[in-house]
């Protein structure tokens, strides 16, 4: 009986181990690649491309305000490996809006610094606040931010890619694009978005060596979240602080990892990774032991997820009744 279960198990083990060279994409070398980073002024953009020029890569920032740009490009460049062939470069411009000043906008750059091997689509903002009292046409702009800006980008630099038949594409979405939060449904909607924009351009670029990246970072210590911070309601910020406070460094080193290897799904901690995990369902598999431990673990995380939910209803009620007994004791004042 031993022999029978040993066997049966280097049977599947020898199985697993020959599927797994057609499920892991092929890793990209960034030595002498060129990487696009939009919003590479500040945070996790400017983090992106430091990671990226450390690897060897030449860089371009893209993002509106010049000022910023001209400062990162100055701290980017203090990272670069060689001097003699890579380039660091910044251009200005707003990627949700003109297309087709986009498309002359990435002719350009491609020009320059040659083509683009990686996009990694990293601006965007965020904001919080009641739905009922969320302006309308914040929804619009979260959508037209977060959300069209990188498809419009994507569409831009993607028909060089497809010629060539190698590349990366890399949506950075949040954690907030897997769970929807109190105060987060302006945000939350555009980061959704993302997820299925990746998922289904994924399956349409596989065929060219295409891969996308998905990355979900949790709340990132940046000039846009200290921002964010202070018009916060305070049940969002109650329910953000359970997660904690990452390094941008951190999350832009793992999302660069992640995107050499061509995993599709990026995330950083143990929650990011439980929360992939029990919200993998259709997504493309790159990792036969991500599909293994999603499989396993799936449903132990679903309880755990649980419990999480019976802490944030919680918490939201106490902000409401607290909310409700200061009223009180203000009208009695």
């Known amino acids: 009986m031993f022999w029978v279960v040993a066997v049966v198990f280097l049977a599947v083990a020898l199985v697993l181990f020959l599927l797994s060279s057609f499920i892991a994409p092929k890793p990209i070398v960034l030595n002498g690649a060129h990487v696009l980073v939009t919003g590479g002024s500040s945070g996790i953009g400017k983090c992106l491309a430091v990671e990226a020029a450390k690897r060897g890569a030449s860089v371009t920032l893209l993002a509106r305000n010049k000022a910023r740009l001209a400062e990162a490009v100055e701290e980017v460049q203090k990272y670069i490996t060689d001097g003699s062939k890579q380039k660091v470069q910044s251009v200005s411009a707003d990627i949700s809006k003109d297309f087709s000043l986009l498309e002359e906008t990435v002719k350009q750059i491609e020009a320059e610094q040659g083509p683009i091997t990686a996009l990694i689509n990293c601006a965007g903002t965020s904001m919080s606040g009641k739905f009922l009292e969320t302006p309308l046409e914040d929804f619009k702009r979260m959508m037209d931010i977060n959300y069209h800006g990188s498809v419009l980008l994507t569409r831009a630099v993607l028909p060089g890619m497809v010629a060539r038949r190698q590349g990366r594409v890399v949506f950075v979405s949040s954690m907030a694009g897997q769970l929807g939060l109190f105060g987060y449904t302006a945000y939350s909607s555009s980061k959704f978005a993302l997820r299925g924009l990746a998922e289904s351009l994924q399956m349409e670029v596989k065929p060219h060596n295409i891969q996308v990246t998905l990355a979900f970072p949790p709340d990132t210590d940046t000039p846009g ?109």
């Open 225 to 333: 979240f200290a921002e964010e911070q202070k018009s916060k309601p305070r049940e969002t910020r109650l329910l953000s602080e359970s997660g904690g406070l990452f390094q941008p460094d951190v999350v832009a080193r793992t999302i660069i990892q992640d995107m050499v290897k061509g995993r599709f799904l990026s995330s950083v901690g143990v929650d990011g990774f439980m929360l992939s995990t029990v919200t993998s369902g259709f997504s493309p598999v790159t990792s036969l032991l991500d599909a293994i431990l999603q499989v396993s673990l799936m449903g132990i995380f679903r309880l755990v997820c649980l419990f999480y939910q019976f802490h944030f209803d919680r918490t939201v009620k106490k902000c409401q009744v607290e909310g409700e007994a200061d009223k009180g004791d203000k009208k009695s004042s």
